[in-house]
């Protein structure tokens, strides 16, 4: 409580009230303690009060909140009413400071601060004691003793008998008050690409628990603390940081977190009136893979997704976009053996080692296994800096037939498989990640800057790390094909930049999906197979956050994705738990966990943009996608779009493709000999107009913040044409399967489809109304994603069933007609149907032996037939 000393602090407080706040604690008065027990005070109208006070206030807040605090007691209220444990809350502090930017030499700790970001962890609410009541077991007397969060005090001795207790804590008489621990993550729109997120954790107390679920984007005011770090018994010279709270607000408005000027305005309205701003978004969006020009459109649509529809009743219609690409697997991203990888020590070690070593629990993949680490390595951040990132994964396959073997000027080397990518240094400077197989003599790769050790070279450690060193770059002297002389490859999943450091240079380990992680203003990157225990949507769990003994919410990728993009590599390998989960994420766009006395539900309203591999290697176009993908029919039917990424040879696109290569390199080529030789005969002028040849016709950053900007202020009704024109494509393809026996082409959920697309495309122009163009170009996409994965391979029609059960009507028919025939033979034989006899007979149903015995073992598969004894069959 304050002393009389600082009365006149206390009196200006008084004052204050009377002056900006007489209503709002009249109100206070009438609601303490049951509805409400804090004033909450802006930070604006203190300082227009006080400008010093205001100031005081973030520099000495403990102290400062006293005064305020012992203010409202004394303010002027009936006799009967006592403000006496009513909270004063500053809130909406002039700035907010990033999480990744605190430091010491700041001058923080100790001072008022505002943080923005997404809560990320929370454990449940439970009583905290601030004064702990000891009853004397000897003589009753009761001893109150002060409680502080650095560990339980008991009283030394008896205030009675002075005896050393022993004593029982009297519950009744000791004082407790609600606590709750968030962890706060920094929010995805506020980074660059692929950098990875850091988070605070935050203690609050009494009225403002319970207010927030993880997936909540907040701002949070409190007093920035250090605490040491303790290893077992023994004290660490390491602190952590903590906040204790003293308000927090959830933030309901997209990407507040994006900074966009009007100068920036200005040039997203002039890019959204040129005619060809399509084509300049797709030539933008992974400029280092060339071709799928329809994939990256739809990537493009889905950065935009249509809009969200809230009906009068209070139903929700979603607006976002799922997408599905399936491919032939990134098996091939991987490294040989003998490369060496630096770790955050500094040290390397050979690829082969270290994934061995760490293989303690091996889970299998198509052609290899996997398992889950947790240690830092050296690795290449979005603004060409090296920096520290975590190893999640460690990957062994099947080695290919050759490999590429890549050599710098500076005696460098790498053997890596034909489609794992390095960092080339693009037109415009930036790194971009090429297949080995694409890279060519005289472009440049990215290698980390060395220093000389030991008469070596080695790369830098993670001391050297926090300096941010450059990325330097080095010409390629040789590409080699060599034939494999091992079984095996091996990569690492690195979290954030997908990338780390293999005999010197920089090796890139993701695909097509990370470039969307990069371009929206937010989004989440994970795998399937994720490495948090929330997984891709939720989860109860007991750890170190929660002292080991509580229950905490955990927040997976599609909640910290709420308002964004959820790219998810390897979705065929999720969790089983994760599945049924993303039934409801995806079409409700909500989470429930019901676990250890949590009940939630938790908001998850992003697009899902997934990536997943055949269950046999390779996507076979002549099998339903149902029979190729390990995921249920039913989840499968939740994506809006579902293409096939196949490398299939085309002499017309692969000579397309070589093109493009060889104009890069040439770019490269020009580039670098200006930058190494004073005699150069290519003048700046020559370099900049190959340069821009080749350069993305829309820079990343404003790309991200042309999206925002469309989410935030673009919300584009539908024209009567483009109406017509939508029910019109649908009606058609339905027709088509208006004949008695003929499959359903497509269901309900496609026209939804067609209406989100429609919408998406023209929020890409800014424009107020969903016009005919719009409604062509996502019936254009439709209808190219059915032909590719919802026609019946056998009659070649639409088939909805395809998609929707796995199994096409063509399949289906057949099935039954060979459980059929294998009922109608079993009555003849005690011993159940003879195989042998079923397979002579299969053409009375109009299908060959090889056809039938496929189907029999489908049946057996699912328990619809089973073998009494060898070599017959009966029904169930």
Partial sequence: MAQ???????????????????????????????????????????????RDLAEDFLTKPDQMREYAEEALRLYDLPADVSLGRAHVRLRNLPENIDIRGIRVHDDHIGKLVSVQGIVRKATDVRPKVTEAAFECQRCGTMTYIPQSDGGFQEPHECQGCERQGPFRVNFDQSEFIDSQKLRIQESPEGLRGGETPQSLDV??????????????????VGVLHIEQVEQGNEKSAIFDLYMDGVSIAVEDEEFEDMDITDADRREIIELSNRDDIYDAMVDSIAPAIYGYEEEKLAMILQLFSGVTKHLPDGSRIRG????????????????????????????????????????????????????????????????????????????????PETMYRVETASGLEVEATPSHPLFVQGPTGRPEPWRAAELGVGESIAVTPPMIADGGTVVSGTSDLATGLS???????????????????????????????????????????????????????????????????????????????????????????????????????????????????????????????INATLKARCSLLGAANPKYGRFDQYEPIGEQIDLEPALISRFDLIFTVTDSPDP????????????????????????????????????????????????????????????????????????????????????????????????????????????????????????????????DIVESCLKDIGVDPETGQFDADVVETGTSKTQRDRIKNIKGLIADIETEYEEGAPVDEVLDRAGEIGMD?????????????????????QGHLRTT
């Fill in 652 to 779: 017309e696109h692969d000579s397309r493709l070589a093109k493009h290569i060889i104009k890069t390199n040439y770019a490269g080529e020009l580039n670098t000999q200006r930058e190494e030789l004073a005699t150069s005969e290519f003048t700046s002028d020559q370099v900049a107009e190959v340069t821009q040849e080749v350069a993305p016709a829309i820079d990343a950053e404003l790309l991200r913040k042309y999206v925002a900007h469309a989410k935030r202020s673009c919300y584009p009704t539908m024209t009567e044409e483009a109406k017509g024109l939508i029910e019109e494509f649908y009606v058609d393809l339905r027709s088509k399967g208006a004949d008695e026996d003929a499959p359903v082409p497509v269901t309900a959920r496609k026209l939804e489809a067609l209406v989100r697309l429609s919408e998406a495309s023209a929020r890409v122009r800014l424009s107020d109304t969903v016009d005919r163009e719009d409604a062509d170009r996502a019936t």
């Fill in 320 to 399: 976002d976009l799922h997408m599905l690409l399936i491919g032939d697997p990134g098996t091939g991203k991987c490294l040989d053996g003998d490369a060496r990888v630096t770790l955050g020590d500094g040290r390397d070690v050979p690829i082969r080692d270290l994934v061995e070593d760490n293989l303690d629990d091996p889970k299998p993949v198509d052609d290899g296994v996997f398992d889950e680490v947790d240690f830092e390595v050296p690795s290449l951040r979005s603004d060409g800096t090296i920096g520290s990132a975590r190893a999640t994964k460690v990957w062994k396959r099947e080695a």
């Fill in 203 to 220: 203690d609050i107390v009494d009225d403002i628990t319970g207010e927030v679920s993880p997936g909540d984007h907040v701002t949070c």
């Fill in 471 to 597: 990325v330097d770059w080095s010409p390629i002297e040789s590409v080699e094909v060599v034939d494999s002389e091992d079984d095996w490859v091996y990569d690492l999943e690195v979290e954030g930049t997908h990338n780390y450091v293999s005999n010197g240079i920089i090796s890139h380990n993701s695909q097509m999906i990370s470039y969307v992680e990069n371009i929206a203003p937010r989004s989440v990157y994970t795998s399937g197979k994720g490495s948090s225990a929330a997984g891709l949507t939720a989860a109860a769990v007991r750890d170190d956050f929660g002292d080991g003994q509580q229950w905490s919410l955990e927040a997976g990728a599609l909640v910290l994705a709420d308002k964004g993009i959820a790219a998810v590599d390897e979705l065929d390998k999720m969790d089983s738990s994760d599945r049924s989960a993303l039934h409801e994420g995806l079409e409700q766009q909500r989470i429930s966990v019901s676990k250890a006395g």
């Fill in 849 to 869: 032996p090889g056809k039938a015995e496929a189907e029999i073992e489908k049946l057996r598969t699912k328990g619809e037939v089973y073998e009494p004894q």
């Fill in 4 to 50: 009389a000393g600082n009365q006149d602090l206390t009196e200006r407080f008084i004052q204050f009230y009377r002056n900006y706040y007489r209503e709002e604690i009249g109100s206070l008065a009438q609601k303490y303690p049951n509805e409400q027990r804090s004033l909450y005070v802006e930070y604006d109208d203190l300082f227009q009060f006080d």
